[in-house]
């Protein structure tokens, strides 16, 4: 599963990007420790998640934050910049992802603010 992550303020100063191997609340509770407020922003299963990181790692890695290879300063680059850069790859190379909705996306947040 490739997910991007951010606080409930919906602020864009950073973007954090990864995969998870396991469950999503089990990487999200590391983020946690540090960002109680973080909220899963977006979220697709696929087979081989690390090829979208990694995609998305090349595309941006002049916009990468100094000696962290997950974070992208929202400096020069959008949420949906990233998001549309992500897409195009799908669609050009037609990978299978299934997609969280904004709705689905919502509820999830909903529940993990009650824990």
Not at 108 to 113: Q, T
């Amino acid at each position: 599963m490739f997910n991007i992550v951010g606080n409930s303020w919906k602020t864009y100063e950073s973007i954090k990007f990864g995969i998870a191997e396991s469950s999503i609340d089990d990487r999200l509770s590391s983020y946690r420790t540090s960002n109680p407020f973080v909220e899963l922003w977006y979220c697709i299963f696929i087979k081989n998640a690390k090829e979208i990181e990694d995609v998305i790692k090349r595309i941006y890695k002049e916009k990468l934050l100094s000696g962290n290879h997950e974070i992208i300063l929202n400096k020069d680059v959008t949420f949906d910049e990233i998001i549309q850069s992500i897409e195009n790859y799908i669609s050009l190379f037609k990978i299978e992802v299934i997609k969280l909705d904004d709705e689905e996306l919502e509820q999830y947040n909903k529940h993990n603010d009650l824990l």
